[in-house]
């Protein structure tokens, strides 16, 4: 293992780091690719321990972007000065979970997601999600990066 390889280890969040960072955090900034290349959009999203949940309006070009193309590259990130700086890439497949456009048929898989997601954005109004002008889509990762330069303490 290379000196950069054991570095970046170091600066890696452990699990309980990265969930706590992702649950806490509120924007993200969502990478997609279309015909005229890639574009990034700034969304809020959830982390539910395994995969990142995004709302997305459905007549948007990234919601068009995931149709025709569900790779997906997300950057979570948080800090000012460089020894502040941490965050997240996930890299993966992204899928449309329930109704699109999301009008507010009862869904197990969306309900709580729904819940804590008005909880955290929408001053509990669930109903604002149920305008007819959203879908969920479902991130799935195939691969996380963190880093957290805090770890670096004076050595920076």
Request: glycine share 8%; charged share 30%.
């Amino acid at each position: 293992m290379t000196d950069q390889q054991r570095r970046a280890r170091t600066l890696a969040m452990d699990d309980r780091e990265l969930a706590e960072f992702l649950r806490a955090e509120r924007t993200c900034r969502v990478a997609t690719m279309s015909g005229d290349g890639p574009r990034a959009t700034p969304l809020w999203f959830l982390w539910d321990g395994s995969a990142l949940w995004l709302s997305s309006l459905v007549r948007s070009k990234r919601h068009s972007d995931l149709r025709d193309d569900p790779r997906i590259a997300v950057v979570v990130d948080a800090g000012h000065g460089f020894t502040e700086l941490r965050g997240a890439e996930i890299i993966g497949d992204a899928a449309v979970v329930g109704e699109s456009p999301r009008i507010g048929t009862p869904d197990t898989r969306l309900d709580p997601m729904e819940q804590e997601y008005a909880a955290k954005y929408l001053d509990g109004d669930v109903a604002e999600l149920h305008a007819g002008t959203h879908a969920w889509v479902c991130v799935t990762p195939r691969k996380i990066v963190s880093w957290d330069f805090r770890k670096l303490g004076n050595r920076g």
